[in-house]
């Protein structure tokens, strides 16, 4: 029942900046951690940050420094500024969620992996 919603992405020329933002909602005991993959095309899907609970975050070296992940607990939300953007960001970015709840089946929590729908992000002159 847990839904992710992205928007945010588009074009944008190279050099310039581009704001993600990723929520969450439905039956969601916690978040675990929260992150954004993207997928260019013939390429496989890559790690771009994650966060966790705790604030502590990650990149992948391609774009450590240029972007930088966040977080609203209140919200349910993260969001991915990208800046100094380049032609090689171009990829469809997925946000992705961790999150336990309760299972009636297993009757325990549960920790599962969930996906957004992807939103298209193109650097391009």
């Known amino acids: 029942q847990v839904q992710l919603v992205e928007s945010g992405g588009g074009l944008v020329q190279p050099g310039g900046s581009l704001r993600l933002s990723c929520a969450a909602s439905g039956s969601i005991g916690s978040i675990n951690y929260m992150g954004w993959y993207r997928q260019a095309p013939g390429k496989e899907r890559e790690l771009v940050a994650t966060?966790?609970?705790?604030?502590?975050?990650n990149y992948a070296d391609s774009v450590k420094g240029r972007f930088t992940i966040s977080r609203d607990n209140a919200k349910n939300t993260v969001y991915l500024q990208m800046n100094r953007m380049k032609p090689e960001d171009t990829a469809v970015y997925y946000c992705?969620?961790?999150?336990?709840?309760?299972?009636?089946?297993?009757?325990?929590?549960?920790?599962?992996?969930?996906w957004g729908q992807g939103t298209q992000v193109t650097v391009s002159s």
């Open positions: 966060i966790t609970s705790g604030g502590s975050t």
């Open positions: 992705n969620a961790n999150i336990r709840s309760y299972s009636y089946i297993l009757l325990g929590n549960r920790d599962r992996d969930y």
